[in-house]
């Protein structure tokens, strides 16, 4: 058993050097790096060339042909059991690997892991390190959350994905939405795509993308793309304050799978409810007293308008249908 860990490089030097040596450092799992250049400069090349202490695979390319094409050259030269798609300007700890593949072994349907990371929200407090925040989260060793899509800068994901839907979508030129197209794609196969709670990565964000003098033009692309594709991610609310246990059963199956799809739900509760676990589900809890209030001020204000509300009561309905020329939401009810 081995994981080939595909790495695509254009040029900064510096990050890349970083990343290769915590691979080194923190890596007990059998693992190959694939490194991709894409024609970076004589410097990156020639520490590409010279990597030493661990399995290397390096792939040139005399011209930049883009994150998704270097990945998919990597794929096709990987016959790893695992492939772990890694960007440059990543920094992995202590166990990050072998935590992740772990996961992926909890369930057949888990086909794509991602590690906890800045990417997901999981950031050290100020003054902290990276080593120790790491450390800290090994309490969730075990743990996993399931994602609406996985992301690319570290995208654990199992062979037989890879040969059921193959590789990413070079349509996306030199990327943004691939790892969400390519999540959608697996989803639709039935896996799952999750986050491994106690494998921590470190993400310096977009650095490559910053050099990309079309970064929003591409990124618009590809998002009409995507959309055209799979249709545009809604953002729906339950507000549970008239219920019985089948209407929840019922709402649990529908968030699932709209989350699952890549969509957004939002719970607004005044009791103490447990509600599916996963990345695009997100809980507001309201005190019962003044909780039409409360909850009405939360759904106006909110910036990232609501598509549809689903209510179970007469009076709630009313309001919100009088108040929709400011929150823009259809009312429904649940």
Not at 60 to 70: Q, S
Not at 110 to 121: A, E, H, K, Q, T
Not at 156 to 164: C, G, N, P, Q, S
Not at 184 to 210: D, I, L, P, Q, T
Request: proline content about 2%.
């Amino acid at each position: 058993m081995r994981c080939d860990i595909i790495i695509p490089v254009w040029n900064n030097l510096r990050f890349t050097v970083d990343c290769v040596n915590s691979i080194r450092e923190h890596t007990t799992y059998p693992f190959r790096l694939i490194m991709v250049d894409n024609a970076s400069n004589d410097e990156t090349r020639k520490y590409l060339e010279d990597i030493k202490g661990v399995q290397v695979l390096l792939i040139r390319n005399e011209e930049n042909l883009g994150f998704v094409k270097a990945v998919n050259q990597g794929i096709t030269a990987s016959d790893g059991s695992y492939v772990c798609v890694l960007n440059n300007d990543t920094i992995v700890t202590d166990g990050w690997l072998e935590e992740m593949i772990t996961i992926a072994g909890l369930e057949k349907e888990i086909g794509i892991v991602n590690p906890s990371s800045n990417n997901l929200g999981q950031r050290p407090a100020p003054g902290e390190s990276i080593t120790l925040y790491a450390e800290r989260l090994k309490k969730e060793s075990g743990k996993f959350v399931e994602l609406g899509a996985a992301i690319g800068f570290c995208m654990l994901i199992k062979r037989e994905i890879l040969a059921r839907i193959g590789g990413l979508d070079e349509i996306y030129g030199m990327g943004n939405f691939e790892d969400t197209d390519f999540s959608r794609r697996a989803v639709k196969e039935g896996y799952k795509c999750v986050m491994a709670c106690g494998a921590y990565v470190y993400h310096r964000e977009n650095s490559s993308f910053n050099m990309v003098k079309t970064f929003n033009e591409d990124f618009n692309r590809n998002r009409e793309i995507y959309e055209f594709r799979w249709g545009k991610p809604k953002r729906l609310a339950y507000v549970l304050d008239s219920y019985d246990d089948n209407i929840l059963k019922r709402l649990e199956a529908d968030s699932i799978k709209l989350a699952r799809g890549g969509s957004w739900v939002w719970y607004f509760l005044k009791d103490d409810l447990e509600v599916p676990r996963h990345s695009n589900i997100k809980v507001v809890e309201l005190p019962e007293k003044y909780f039409y209030l409360k909850t009405i001020f939360r759904i106006l204000k909110k910036k990232k308008k609501f598509d549809e509300i689903f209510v179970g009561s007469e009076r709630l309905f009313n309001v919100l249908e009088r108040m929709s020329f400011i929150h823009k939401a259809k009312i429904s009810y649940y």
